[in-house]
Structures are given as C-alpha cells and as structure tokens.
C-alpha cells in the first residue's frame, strides 16, 4: 500500500507488542522457576503436614550410579508409592554441580568431593555437603575376550596409560593378539569423567594421561569399544561387564599377587582400584531424603546393589 | 503473593492478544508492516546475540590466561590436568579440519553427480522420486548417522581396512559426507534449474552432447550457486557435532605428519563440536575448563563466519566479473 507512514502510529503498533513480549518473558521465568519449587517440597518433606503429599526427590549424578540409581527409585516407589525419586546422569561432576547450585536433594557421585568443590558448595548454600557410603565398586580393566593377557601390573597400566607413552605394543607385554595387530588401541573416558580422576589419581598418582586414546563418554561405552576391538584395552567400573569382554586380574606392584574385581576383593582392599560409590546431600539427610538413604543402606537397597554388580557395604558397618 | 502476580500476568497476556488482533484488524497492512520488521531484525539480534554470548562466557580466559603459542600452536588439551592444565586446540583443529576434507571428497562429487542426474540426465518420474529420497536422506537424525558409524562402520573399517580400531576419520568422513549430500544435491539442483533453458536449446543446436552441455553450459552458468552448494556441506561438516562424536574415536591426534602418505585416516581424531558436547557437561561453571570451552566455541564460530565471509565474497566476485 502507499499509505504514508507516520511515526507516531507506529510507536503505538509496537506498543503492546512489547507489552505482549514482557508477559511471555515474565511467564517464562516464572515457569523456570518450578522444578527448583519443586525440589523444595522434597527437602522440606520432613514436615508433619507433607505426609499425603507427592513427594518428589532429585537425585542427579554418577554414571557409573544410575542403573543401580534407577533400580533403587522403581523398588522404592513400592515402599513409599507417595514418593517419587527422580533419577538424572550426566556424571559425578554434574550431581556435584547441582547439588552446589540447590538443584537436586541428593547427588551420586562416585569419587570424593574435592576440598574446593565442598567450599564452593558451603558458599553457594551455606550449609556442608555430607557424605553418605551407599556401595562399593571397583574399576574393572577389560579386555577383548581372545586376547590371552590375564594380569597386569599397576606400573605396566601406568605405562599403557601415561603421557610417557613407555607401553604401546602388546608384544611389550608379551601377549600376541589373535589377528596379528600388536598395536595397543587405549580407551579412556572424557576428561571431566568421574572414573578418569579416579583412574589417574591410583594409577597414575596424578600425572597426565598420554594423548591419542579413544575418550568415550560413557561408562558402557568403553566395554561396547573394548568387546568390538580385539587389540584394545579399557577401564571402567565392574557393573559393565559383558560376555564379550574379560577383566584383568591387577596387581599393586610387579612380581605381587594380582587380583580379579570381586565383592571380597573390594572390601578387604587387596584390589588395587576399588572405589567407594556416595550419596551427597546438603547438611544431614533430613525428612523423606533421610529415609530413602537409610532405605538404601537397608537390607533391600543394599540386595540391589549386589544385583547391578557392584559391593554392597559390610551389614553393621 | 504470587498467583496474584500470575493472575495479572495472565490477563495482560490475554489483553495483548485482543488489542493485537483489533490492531490487525484495524491497521491490517501498518501491523503486518512491523511484524516483518521485527521478523527480519531478529536474525541480526540474535546473531549478535549468541556472539555476545559466548564471548562473554568465554572472555575471563582469553584476556587473563590466554597464551597464543599453548592455544593455537600446541596438541596438548589438558583442560583438567592436577598438576600442569594445558588448552592447546591444534589438534582439535586438525580433527575438524580432517574429517571435513574428507567428507568433502565424497560428498562434493556425490553430491554435484546426483543433482546434475536428477536435474539434467533423467526422466519425470525418477526425478520426483529421487527428490523426495534426497530429503528422507536430510531428515536422518544425526545421532542415527553416528549410530551407523559406531555400530555398522566400525567393524566393517577393522575387518576391510585393518586398522586397530574402526572409529576414526574415514569413518566419520563417510558419515558426515553421507550427511551433507542432500544439503548439496538440493541448492546444486535449484542452482542448475535456475539455468534458463535457452542455454541449453543453444548449446543443444550447435552439436554439443548432453555431457559436453553439461561441462561447458551449465556448469558455468551455475557457478556461483554450485559454489554456495559445496560451502553450505563444508559448514554442516565443521558443525556436525552427534554424529563426529561417535564416529571419529574422541582421540586427541593430529592425523597428519611427516611419514608418507602424511595423511592417515585410519586414526582416530577428536573434533571442536564434538569436545565442547562431551566436556562442557560436567566442567564447572565458571572455571578454566569452562571457559577454555567457551574460547572454542568462539573458534569454531570464527572458522564458520571465515566459511561465509569466502562464500559471499566468492559469489560477489562472480556476479561482477559476468
């Protein structure tokens, strides 16, 4: 149309149109606000007047954690149908991370929280992370199931896995792989993984990985690479195991008796890569979250934890 | 308190509404008018936006710990080290840079052969056919593709290629060249129908062979719009994330070096995309790893603006020097 334009019409025109985008952006943010809402009726479930109440419970965290995670949620639902445990992965770093921002009740992580980490958590929130022991797991190596190697020193792992680069053929090792490729394929986890602090921190007592491993970014993932490459080698937890993959039996150090990841082993320490799996919460578990963690210690949340694969705790302990 | 707030909320909602459709109604042409204005300035915000963004999530680390050398110049991507954190990209570089070429070489071809096919070489009905099948080929999710990587291609590439482990550039080439076909074969194809037939009766009148019509006729005429074509598949390549992720073997190595035949695709490589997708999840907000991410999203946004910038200039400098 050839109307001539005047300004001052079209101030008016845009007018509630702002209006209309303030509203929108208004609503939105009152929506984001709802999980966190949410989230609080699960801490705050201690209350006497939240008994028939749904309750729901965040529980973010560990990869390694979340199968046993979800199986402990779906049992508990059928001792307390009004409450309602939200499993989430993404990691022991991401639990962390959440639990600092007040974004989840509970958080799995399987590695401690570092010094920092519990600081940051107080100054965030005001209250200190506590530590709960809900399992055990051990970082299982694995390995192709036609490849012959059945121990490995702690030292030759470090030699495999460290930025030296000192182990990259199988034949270093004195294994041959059927097929004839000698060449070591080392799989890993992604940097900020939960396992890779830890498998640095006891195999390579801190020092950097090598460069050019396969970094996966799931604990399956490592056994789904490991059970599809004949000359490869990988660690994750113990859980994982499958049928097209073995465990390596590892000793502390060269010349020592080398262990096998197993509910003995774990718990009287004789493997070198055993793990304590925790539960954070922020002060001392209180209300409905207070009784899902001693539900989880009990008897039944403990038999899942055998279930998964992984060690429950020592009953009385 | 709040369901007040909700309630009044919820009614300018509803007023707004009224009072626009009254405005449509009333000033129809004036508001439609504005809406376009706004429609169209919205891609530049939000550009700007995003670069904003990211550069201000990711600024902390490159004016305070930036090191030129350790950045650009080094291999070594130790973003959570304990005793010595290194940020350096190259070899990150060199994995997006080679899965790209790669994918390049089959899909350029692949590409380029299938919309002269459809648009030149065959009949109505294969040509329908083969149009809606390009676009069945564009709407595979990503993470299908990377899936077939990981799954089908890996076992394949050990057992035909021998190589010790099947997720590396070729198979990440192949997926992610499988991938930027369809968006190549669909602006080659509307490139090469926007060739006015005279052309081709021209060439046709003068002797010359359906190929040789082709070579000297279309592909000329269509230059610009093929070029755009192929730079559209280089930036989905620099952008595929999913799929590179599953695909490529995550490994930090540049797959390229002194021993013949220098390039080596049967290593395995990690991408830009694909560190940013797998690390920023559990890397503290705020912290160098953070930010250090956030320095390479800024990398990756200069590389695909670098893309752009090339396309316009090249295509400018073509229609000039018609």
Redesign the interface.
Known sequence: MMNPRNPASRIVTGLPLVALLAAFGCGGGDQSGRPGGGTGTGSGAGKPDARARKVVIQNIGSDTMVNVAQEWSAEYKKVAPNVSVEVGGGGSGVGIKSLMDGLTDIANASRDMKASEKELARKNTGKDPVETIVGYDAIGIYVHKDNPLTEISAEDLAGIYGEAKAITKWSQLGVTIPGGRDEIVVVSRQNSSGTYAFFREHILKNKDFRMGMQSMSGSKDVVDLVSKTPGAIGYSGMGYKTDEVKFVNVSARKGEKAYGPSIGTVRDKTYPLARSLNMYTLGAPQGEVQKYIAWVLSADGQKIVEKAGYVPIEAGK | M?SL??IM?LL??VA??L??MY?IYR?C???M??LIH?CGVSAIVFVFGIFFFIFREGAPFLLKDFDFGGFFLS??????????PRFGIL?LVAGTGSVTVLAMLFAVPFGLGTAVFISEFCGRKTKEALKILVEFLAAVPSVVWGFIG?MVM??LI?KLA?A????NVLNAGIVVGLMAVPVIVSIAEDAIRAVPDEYRAAAEALGATRWQVVRKVIFPAAKSGLLAAVLLGVGRAVGETMAV?MAT?????IPFDGNAPFFHPL??V?TLTATIA??L?????GGH?YQALFTLGIVLFAITFAINLVADLIVKGIRKGK
């Open positions: 709040i707030l909700k909320l300018a909602l707004g509404v009072y626009l405005l000033y042409e004036r508001t008018v504005t706004i291999d070594k991507w130790y973003p959570t080290s304990e005793e010595n070899a990981m890996n076992p050990i021998d010790p482990v099947g997720l992720l073997g995550q490994s930090i190595n290593q395995s990690q797998a690390e999840g559990e890397a503290p907000s790893h």
